[in-house]
């Protein structure tokens, strides 16, 4: 018989941290609807030069669907790895169908916790319930030959910027979420990201489809030919309603 998983399952390897951000990330996670797909969310207690190598040294934390892409040729450090892969005398397997990861720097402030774990579960909605266009604009990343843009000129980035100020705000009160932004400006910590956060609307809607298509309409044809469609699952470029 298969295993029976816990659909959302929160790691703290920290454990004097869980007592002061485990309540904040259920609040969280109280303002999600989230796929019917298990989700372990691994809360540091290190940094990871395996991951700032790959993401960067300011990134927060990621989404990463394992089950269905596996690793990226992202070299995980093992004891994290050992959350989400289990092996028995049966076998290996992932233990989740996705992950959400915040590194030790975002954990040590609540408020960066609840802002960055709302915008990784909006990540996850993205990819459970948009999949075709949360698809569609990462492989649009890969032909695009433009300028250098900040990464929440694309679509995706700029929903979950804006899901993740609207939860924060309801979670910890907006005065709150405006204090921690304006803070990372003074300080020079990601100035840009943070003017940029603090510019949206928190209760504009947001269609991600139609954010989107002109950017698939426009390297359509270096899609098409880079990524024929593999099956039913996935975005068909050749076709003018790719999204279908």
């Not at 989230?34 to 300011?58: A, K, N, Y």
Request: aromatic fraction near 14%.
């Amino acid at each position: 018989m298969p295993i029976e998983r816990r659909l959302i399952e929160l790691i703290f390897r920290d454990g004097s941290r869980q007592p002061g951000l485990e309540p904040l990330c259920r609040r969280d996670l109280e303002h999600f609807q989230l796929p019917h797909q298990s989700l372990i969310c691994i809360f540091d207690d290190e940094e990871r030069s395996e991951f700032t190598g790959s993401f960067g040294e300011g990134f927060c934390g990621f989404f990463a669907a394992i089950r269905k892409f596996g690793l990226r040729g992202i070299r995980w450090p093992q004891e994290v790895l050992n959350h989400v892969w289990k092996s028995d005398g049966l076998g290996s397997d992932w233990d989740c169908d996705v992950v959400i990861y915040l590194r030790h720097q975002t954990c040590e402030s609540p408020i960066g916790t609840v802002i960055t774990f709302a915008h990784e579960l909006q990540h996850f909605m993205q990819y459970g319930f948009s999949y075709k266009a949360w698809r569609a604009e990462r492989l649009v990343t890969e032909v695009y030959t433009g300028g250098a843009l900040a990464p929440w000129c694309f679509p995706t980035e700029n929903e979950t910027q804006l899901v993740s100020r609207r939860v924060a705000e309801r979670v910890l009160g907006v005065g709150v979420v405006a204090g921690y932004a304006k803070k990372h400006i003074q300080e020079e910590n990601s100035p840009e990201k943070w003017r940029f956060f603090l510019g949206l609307d928190p209760e504009e809607s947001f269609d991600l489809l139609e954010r989107t298509r002109p950017w698939v309409s426009e390297y359509r044809e270096a899609l098409k030919e880079r990524f024929p469609a593999s099956s039913r699952e996935e975005p068909d470029f050749a076709k003018d309603n790719w999204w279908e």
